[in-house]
């Protein structure tokens, strides 16, 4: 790799949107560089590498769409990929676009300043060089801050520790060990079925119950594959449409203008194909409490239906709004409660005190381990971001930007911080859609915009604070007409101490797809240049 220190554009990240955005800027001329931590490329399918992790959108919606010769090559084996697929994929790709050349293993991005004289981002890497660029957009990742929680007596432990979102790159033999795994969401959901099959004994550490509705996932056979790649184009035009951006359809009735048998045969319907398409049962589910009570309601008699202890069962169900957290998408989770090698631990009636030499202290009983793993989440879509010294205008930091939340115009670009942008950044739809539609289209919209900055001789664009405030408002208000907001989630940030409680992702991908259009066909409305 050549190592000039002067770029057009650094990009930080190796995973789908780095790697994407990379491509654009060869495809039009730019100098462009990726600098990423891992020593490979993959981003978040680098990184979760945990027994059972595998995408909850379908393979072939969960995967690029800007090149129909990699959609007709690239044969997905199975409904629901794998990590190790994912990441095939992603290596894949690199190799295909020839992007290797362009990309910087092994090393952090420590601390971005922009320059006011110069009008050049000043990037220090944490291998002590410097790099200089007219432009930086971080690709850094929605779910890529993993958050360890702050227990008492965890540096004590004699045994193995892991978390979900760093796992090693090598198997880990839970052969006849004592497991505890503290946390019951999506990383959690996914990995228990699998460890418990390998576990002497598995303790599940839950505070909060999660809803999860079945993958049903299967192989994809080749008449099948055949049938996608025939129709891949129509395919994406209609997913385009929807409020995920993924192509199942959401029932345009509402819950309470139908039957109860009329509900359970559609609910029955949904658990049945299997899915994120059940929240789409009904068009009221994330609006209206009383239609989300019949959903809510439906799951928990599943649970019920599937694990034979009552008590267990009546655990594992929540009382909370179904859908305002992300909705897990599971492979035999629930008949894992079924076996006896695996313990429930309630931690919201007991919470746990330390963690000992020997293993986890609940307030009520101690509990001996091999080993303890995280399944405890991100600090998600603004951590990743925090942990770089970003400085713009003036020297003013993004904490102190975002100490009360994050702030940007369009989740691309924030007042202060000229020629940064953020790639499905906290104000745009991101993790409430197929998260490789939003990427493509932030990745489009940036190479559009630096395209047309060189065509008419602009140096600077700059998001303008009054835009950036309506944006902000705008993101909040349409958050508060919704079921989301009602409960703990880390779309708000409740899971990170101290986070501000702001609802950060944006509902509503296709209006935002055609408002992002017509910012860009306005000459960048509520933009500046220089």
Not at 180 to 197: D, K, L, N, R, W
Not at 311 to 334: E, N
Not at 415 to 428: D, E, H, K, R, Y
Request: hydrophobic share 40%; proline share 5%; aromatic share 10%.
């Amino acid at each position: 790799m050549a190592k000039n220190s002067m770029l057009d554009v650094i990009i930080v990240g190796a995973g789908f949107a780095g790697l994407f955005m990379l491509h654009r800027m060869k495809q039009n001329g730019f100098a462009a560089r990726i600098i990423e931590a891992g020593d490979g490329v993959g981003g978040t399918w680098y990184w979760n590498r945990y027994p059972g992790a595998r995408c909850d959108v379908e393979s072939t919606e969960y995967s690029y769409q800007f090149s129909d010769e990699l959609q007709q090559e690239w044969d997905w084996s199975e409904r629901y990929a794998t990590q190790p697929e994912l990441l095939n994929y992603v290596n894949h790709v690199a190799d295909r676009f020839q992007l290797r050349p362009h990309i910087q293993l092994n090393t952090r991005v420590t601390q971005a300043v922009f320059d006011d004289e110069n009008e050049i981002w000043s990037v220090s890497l944490d291998s002590d060089e410097k790099l200089s660029a007219r432009f930086c957009v971080m690709a850094t990742g929605c779910l890529s801050s993993a958050n360890i929680p702050d227990i008492d007596g965890l540096a004590d432990f004699s045994g193995e520790v892991y978390h979900t979102g760093n796992w090693p790159h090598h198997r880990v033999d839970f052969s006849g060990k004592k497991v505890g795994i503290i946390g019951t969401g999506s990383s959690a959901i996914q990995s228990i079925p699998v460890i418990a099959e390998d576990a002497g004994h598995l303790y599940v550490f839950q505070r909060t119950p999660s809803y999860a509705v079945p993958a049903h996932n299967k192989p994809l056979d080749d008449a099948y594959r055949a049938a996608v790649k025939k129709e891949y184009p129509a395919r994406r035009e209609a997913a385009q449409q929807t409020r995920s951006g993924m192509l199942f359809q959401v029932n345009p009735e509402d819950a309470m203008t139908v039957s109860e048998a009329d509900r359970r045969a559609e609910y029955d319907r949904r658990w049945k194909d299997g899915g994120l398409a059940f929240l789409g049962a009904y068009n009221d589910l994330l609006v209206s409490r009383d239609a989300n009570d019949t959903a809510a309601e439906y799951i928990r008699e599943k649970i019920h239906e599937i694990v034979s202890d009552p008590s267990v069962a009546k655990a594992l169900s929540p009382d909370t709004v179904v859908g305002c957290k992300r909705l897990c998408v599971d492979t035999g989770y629930y008949e894992t409660y079924n076996r006896s090698n695996v313990s429930l631990v309630d931690v919201k009636a007991s919470p746990i005190e330390r963690i000992t030499e020997q293993g986890l202290r609940t307030q009520a009983e101690e509990y001996t381990l091999d080993t303890l793993i995280f399944a405890t989440g991100f600090d998600a879509m603004t951590g990743a971001l925090l942990k770089i010294d970003i400085r713009g205008r003036g020297g003013r930091s993004i904490a102190e930007k975002w100490e009360e939340g994050p702030k940007t115009y369009l989740g691309l670009a924030m007042a202060g911080f000229p020629n940064l942008f953020i790639v499905t950044g906290p104000g745009s739809p991101s993790v409430l859609a197929n998260m490789m539609p939003s990427i493509e289209q932030h990745v489009n919209w940036i190479t559009d915009c630096l395209t047309d900055m060189r065509a008419k001789g602009r140096a600077v664009i700059e998001a303008d604070q009054v835009f950036e405030e309506d944006w902000v408002s705008h993101v909040n208000a349409t958050a508060g007409k919704t079921l989301f907001p009602t409960c703990n989630s880390w779309y708000l940030g409740a899971n990170i101490p101290g986070k501000p409680r702001v609802f950060m992702p944006y509902l509503g991908y296709p209006a935002y797809v055609k408002k992002c259009n017509n910012v860009a066909a306005a000459d960048y409305e509520g933009f500046s240049f220089a």
